[in-house]
T-cell receptor
Framework: EADIYQTPRYLVIGTGKKITLECSQTMGHDKMYWYQQDPGMELHLIHYSYGVNSTEKGDLSSESTVSRIRTEHFPLTLESARPSHTSQYLCASSFSGERTDTQYFGPGTRLTVL | KNQVEQSPQSLIILEGKNCTLQ??????????LRWYKQDTGRGPVSLTI?????NTKSNGRYTATLDADTKQSSLHITASQLSDSASYIC?????????????FGRGTQLTVWP
């Protein structure tokens, strides 16, 4: 089991609210990622980070933002949630020094915006 | 266009039976191919990883094969157990960018019945 944690696991919130999804890892990994996954569909990369103070947008356009102030912490924020943001959000991390650069995933946050 | 296609989309088998899941990809340049297992409501967990020079890799009852010439991979599950019920995701990595981007299939939803 990977040492990567996400909170909350489930969140139901009304339109227009600001939310922050937390992700922390204790493996000392330098790279971290956020993916969005709808039921029966593939994972889409929405944000990634190579290290502290480094963040980049992924393949899928997202209205969310991320920050990487500490190596172990990579929170994702939605300033104003909308029903179209309803999805599962998965956080992952990897170590660039590992040859295969395997990504280890957290348990995910299931977000529902009413 | 870099793509990963998996088949079948879903599969139901009886406990104790074997099954094989397929993955075809068009990702180039190819770096490695992973099979992940994703339990319902959880994050994916890596089962196997194969580089260009490897054509088979085992992890317990899971055996993955890779044909880099035809760009096909398969995951064979032997003597299935109820706990094998999950989505199995094929993930291909390229080295065309510093990110080592991952391309995800939509997964095969496997259900094992007693």
């Amino acid at each position: 089991e990977a040492d990567i944690y996400q909170t909350p696991r489930y969140l139901v919130i009304g339109t227009g609210k600001k939310i922050t999804l937390e992700c922390s890892q204790t493996m000392g990994h330098d790279k971290m990622y956020w993916y969005q996954q709808d039921p029966g569909m593939e994972l889409h990369l929405i944000h990634y980070s190579y290290g502290v103070n480094s963040t980049e947008k992924g393949d899928l356009s997202s209205e969310s933002t991320v920050s990487r102030i500490r190596t172990e912490h990579f929170p994702l924020t939605l300033e104003s949630a909308r029903p179209s943001h309803t999805s599962q959000y998965l956080c992952a991390s990897s170590f660039s020094g590992e040859r295969t650069d395997t990504q280890y995933f957290g348990p995910g946050t299931r977000l529902t915006v009413l | 266009k870099n793509q990963v296609e998996q088949s079948p989309q879903s599969l139901i088998i009886l406990e104790g039976k074997n099954c094989t899941l397929q993955c075809n990809y068009t990702v180039s340049p190819f770096s490695n191919l992973r099979w992940y297992k994703q339990d319902t409501g959880r994050g994916p967990v890596s089962l196997t990883i194969m580089t260009f020079s490897e054509n088979t890799k085992s992890n317990g009852r899971y055996t993955a094969t890779l044909d880099a010439d035809t760009k096909q991979s398969s995951l064979h599950i032997t003597a299935s157990q109820l706990s094998d019920s999950a989505s199995y995701i094929c993930v291909v990595s390229d080295r065309g960018s510093t990110l080592g981007r991952l391309y995800f299939g939509r997964g095969t939803q496997l259900t094992v019945w007693p």
